[in-house]
């Protein structure tokens, strides 16, 4: 049983092209109105350089990479708390007029509404 | 017992890239939940188990070090849990502390970070393996130097977002100043890939050179960043998002690390989509935000508009909407600035409770980053069934009785659809001018961002109404209240 893996060349690139198609198709589906969550949202995926960092650091032999290595993990792990704590927030402030934590879509929410009002 | 033993070495390898897996999906369905404000609070929170999980499981690399670092292996898990708990402590107190407004500011903050974290990684690699494979080089070095463009540019971005660097930095040929950076940067590059493939003793020696050539890098950051107007921040933000998600794809390569290959080119997609959807709403190419300055285009012609200002009473606006059937509010970043927001919906629940029909209008660029405003507008309380972007109300103003226009300019103005010679031509822009009637909230007779007048204040259907916006709606709810009007039955909510 072996899970040792070795990306290389053409692997290499077809995970990359992979990632960019999944990425560009779910952004893409993104409405407008979440493009501030949506942009530190994936601001905070890329904050998963802070596992590059460990590794750096645990594999660290003299003291320059150690420095290095250490601020890999510092900024790494700044990028991913920081990225998550703002999201995270900014998300829970969206709500609906007709229900609060509604879990319908919003726009027959509104067209109840409406013809709630026309009617008195 | 041979086989165990080979078991119990795999183990730690095969847990990292479980979790790396679970990680990598963790993310991918995160960011595909955030499609729709029902289910993007879970998706961030899905993505951040991701992140827990890959995070943990990259402890486990402590029993697969080298031999050469197997003396230090005490002294760096310490380092480890020393940089994780003050990096991601201070960044969630600065995340759960700052003014929404701030925003942009503090996402270029991190983003920066995550752009030094790449660069870093790339430069303990570039010190650590002394033999690399041409590729593995190459690419160390891609990454290192878009890392490191990143982290100087971004940090450049907040300082100007920030309002410590005031005006845009510009000088005479500042773009060949800058290519030849780039030129500079490259070069050491290529002499590291050429010195480190060789046998021969090198003109300078490596360690060196790798100096220069982050010490270039980051320079090229900072040049790049310092010409670029505050209005053009948005899509400045974006792109860094795009070159740290690259930057952190090509280290992942290098550390043969799959989640981070995915989780950096995911995000490096998303930023050049968000970038190109940014350029579009403000009808510029991305090479004409980074290479032309927006404030040399040659002034507009006065006299060219015809019309005069006229001025109204916040309370006289403020009742009029009351007796109008439909009001839509294009709010601008104006009414950020003056902390309004609170204001405003307080004014759109009285408007309601009459029986208006009351929506938001909100421009793709309103605001410092893409969505801001939305945001801003969600902190206040207002629902986002009420907010619409500009593609789906954009027919409705010209059967809407009042368009209000606070603290926003350029994005109402109609020379971007008239005036061939005005710098916003072509600009995608809200329609406020076919209104019935159109209030503008604005703190004087000042032009916008751009320095354009704006034709539409002075047109027949529109009456300004000057102050501080939040000022100017206190006095419109005052003067709506006053009115002692009954609430209409079935509207109030």
Redesign the interface.
């Known amino acids: 049983?072996?899970?040792?893996?070795?990306?290389?060349?053409f692997v290499?690139i077809y995970?990359?092209m992979l990632?960019?198609?999944?990425?560009?198709v779910?952004?893409?589906?993104?409405?407008?109105?979440?493009?501030?969550?949506?942009?530190?949202?994936?601001?905070?995926?890329?904050?998963?350089?802070?596992?590059?960092?460990?590794?750096?650091?645990?594999?660290?032999?003299?003291m320059?990479?150690?420095v290095?290595?250490?601020?890999?993990?510092?900024?790494?792990?700044?990028?991913?708390?920081?990225?998550?704590?703002?999201?995270?927030?900014?998300?829970?402030?969206?709500?609906?007029?007709?229900h609060p934590i509604?879990?319908a879509?919003?726009g027959t929410?509104?067209s109840i509404h409406a013809k709630?009002?026309k009617?008195? | 017992m041979d086989s165990l033993h080979h078991f119990l070495t795999m183990l730690p390898q095969s847990v990292i890239g479980a979790a790396d897996l679970a990680a990598a999906f963790l993310f991918l369905y995160g960011l595909h939940r955030m499609s729709s404000p029902v289910t993007a609070p879970s998706g961030i929170f899905l993505a951040g188990a991701g992140m827990i999980v890959a995070v943990l499981a990259s402890f486990l690399y402590g029993f697969d070090v080298s031999a050469a670092a197997r003396p230090n292996l005490s002294v760096n898990l310490g380092l480890v849990v020393i940089a994780l708990a003050i990096g991601s402590s201070l960044a969630w107190w600065a995340g759960r502390t700052v003014a929404m407004t701030a925003m942009p500011q503090m996402v270029a903050i991190y983003n920066g970070l995550g752009g030094g974290a790449a660069g870093a990684i790339a430069a303990v690699e570039l010190f650590h393996n002394k033999t690399p494979g041409m590729t593995t080089l190459i690419v160390t070095l891609c990454g290192a130097l878009i890392g490191a463009v990143s982290m100087s540019g971004s940090l450049i971005a907040w300082a100007k977002l920030d309002g410590m660097i005031k005006q845009p930095l510009r000088f005479k040929g500042q773009q060949l100043f800058n290519a030849l950076v780039l030129i500079a940067t490259l070069a050491f590059g290529g002499f590291l890939v050429m010195a480190t493939q060789s046998s021969a003793t090198p003109v300078l020696s490596i360690p060196s050179s790798i100096y220069l050539f982050f010490a270039l890098a980051l320079a090229l950051g900072v040049f790049m960043t310092l010409p670029i107007g505050g209005a053009d921040m948005p899509v400045v933000i974006s792109i860094f998002n795009a070159f740290t998600g690259l930057a952190v794809g090509l280290e992942g390569f290098v550390l043969q690390n799959p989640a981070l290959m995915i989780a950096g080119m995911v995000v490096g997609a998303a930023g050049l989509l968000l970038t190109l959807l940014m350029a579009k709403a403000m009808n510029r190419s991305v090479a004409n935000v980074i290479f032309t300055n927006f404030g040399d285009i040659k002034k507009q012609k006065p006299g060219a508009i015809k019309g005069s200002l006229k001025p109204m009473a916040p309370g006289d606006a403020g009742i009029a909407m009351r007796y109008a059937k439909s009001v839509i509010i294009v709010p601008g970043y104006g009414l950020a600035v003056a902390q309004g927001q609170g204001k405003l919906y307080e004014f759109v629940k009285l408007l309601q409770a009459g029986g208006v029909d009351v929506k938001f209008a909100v421009h793709p660029v309103a605001g410092r980053m893409p969505g801001q405003m939305d945001v801003l507008l969600a902190e206040a309380g207002v629902p986002y069934d009420l907010i619409f972007q500009l593609d789906d109300i954009n027919e409705q103003f010209a059967t809407t009785d009042v368009a209000l226009v606070i603290g926003a300019n350029d994005v109402v103005n109609p020379a971007a659809r008239s005036d061939k010679s005005s710098p916003i031509f072509g600009m995608p822009i809200l329609n406020t001018y076919q209104a019935k009637k159109v209030f503008v909230v604005k703190r004087g007779e000042g032009k916008g961002y751009a320095g354009i007048v704006n034709a539409l204040f002075y047109g027949d259907n529109c009456d300004m109404v000057y102050g501080d916006a939040q000022a100017v709606l206190i006095k419109m709810i005052e003067a709506v209240r006053g009115l002692g009007l009954p609430a209409v039955a079935g509207k109030s909510k």
């Open positions: 049983m072996d899970f040792q893996i070795s990306i290389s060349g290499a995970l990359f990632a960019a198609f999944a990425g560009w779910i952004i893409g589906r993104v409405p407008a109105i979440l493009h501030t969550p949506l942009m530190s949202g994936s601001n905070f995926v890329h904050g998963i350089v802070v596992v590059g960092g460990i590794y750096a650091l645990l594999n660290a032999v003299t320059q990479e150690q290095l290595g250490f601020f890999a993990v510092l900024f790494g792990a700044g990028n991913a708390a920081g990225g998550y704590a703002v999201t995270d927030r900014m998300l829970a402030m969206f709500q609906t007029s007709a509604a879990h879509k919003h929410v509104k709630k009002a009617a008195h």
